[in-house]
């Protein structure tokens, strides 16, 4: 699973696009129990999300220009600049090319081979999330893909990802590791999009799982704050508790709680 022992293409950060920076922080203060801090004009107001005092996710506002509010998954990179090059040879496209974050890191937005948007984070002083696998936090990431052999083609020649195939009733789920660690730092599922209907409205995405420790009291508190349950809950056995969501003001993401032992 998920760790903060951060290696090239594990997921280091998450953030949020959002029309309306106070009511989502307000929404995800009743769902997660985040603080949210927002940053000065020297980062245009880009924020952090916090648990306990721990970095959870990144927020910022966009106008509809811009793009719809949305959840964007961020993955660790040595070389940002090396990384653009890589990822129009394997037949992707840069979104923005990459640019430094004060001494804190350098950042550059991608859409990959099948049209998923995706970013990367070049480390500096913010190494990536203080807080994962835990509740609250960041647990898991899915790829909504229109082809997951040519997706696990695209980020194993970009990131140097592993696969293994995991068969369960109705098909076989695709999960990734870093190619530097094991299966058992599994951070993440690759799935066919035409196999989603809940995630086909969208197209091809990458979505982000919080852990939960009572799934049930945060879809029921979500939906109470004017969040919409876009998919509701659902128990694999072995594995735990799931349900797809989306806040107030249309950005999607999912939660998880794991199976006890």
Same mark, same amino acid.
């Given at each position: ?6 290696? #090239? @293409?594990?997921?280091?950060? $998450?953030?949020? /696009?959002?029309? +309306?920076?106070? /009511? ?6 009743? $769902?997660?129990?985040?603080? *949210? ?11 952090? *999300? ?10 910022? #506002?966009?106008?509809?220009?811009? /793009?719809?509010?949305?959840? !964007? ?17 394997? @037949? ?8 430094? $974050? ?12 099948? @049209?998923?948007? *995706?970013?990367?984070?070049?480390? @500096?002083?913010?190494?990536?999330? +203080? ?21 696990? !083609? ?12 995991? +068969? ?6 695709? &999960? ?8 058992? +730092? &599994? *951070? ?45 809950? &659902? ?20 939660? &998880? ?5």
């Amino acid at each position: 699973m998920l760790s903060t022992r951060y290696v #090239t @293409g594990s997921p280091v950060w $998450v953030d949020l /696009g959002t029309t +309306d920076m106070d /009511g989502a922080a307000a929404f995800y203060r009743g $769902v997660f129990g985040w603080d *949210f801090a927002k940053g000065g004009e020297e980062v245009g107001g880009y924020g952090t *999300f916090r648990l306990d005092g721990k970095a959870v996710a990144g927020g910022m #506002t966009v106008t509809p220009e811009t /793009g719809a509010p949305a959840w !964007s998954v961020y993955f660790r990179t040595p070389d940002a600049d090396a990384t653009a090059k890589q990822v129009e040879q394997a @037949g992707g496209s840069t979104a923005w090319e990459p640019v430094d $974050v004060l001494d804190l890191g350098r950042s550059a937005g991608f859409t990959d081979s099948g @049209g998923a948007p *995706f970013s990367v984070w070049q480390p @500096g002083r913010n190494k990536g999330l +203080d807080l994962v696998d835990a509740p609250g936090s960041l647990v898991w990431t899915e790829l909504y893909a229109p082809d997951v052999t040519a997706a696990a !083609s695209f980020y194993g020649t970009v990131f140097g990802w592993q696969t293994l195939g995991q +068969d369960f009733e109705g098909g076989t789920y695709t &999960m990734v590791y870093p190619g530097e660690g094991t299966p058992d +730092d &599994m *951070f993440g599922g690759l799935w066919p999009l035409d196999q989603d209907p809940v995630e086909q409205e969208a197209g091809a995405s990458w979505m982000p799982y919080f852990q939960v420790e009572d799934i049930d009291a945060v879809v029921a508190q979500a939906r109470a704050t004017g969040g919409a349950v876009r998919a509701e809950r &659902m128990d694999l056995k072995d594995v735990g508790a799931f349900a797809k969501l989306a806040d107030p003001y249309g950005a999607r993401f999912a939660l &998880m709680q794991p199976e006890r032992p």
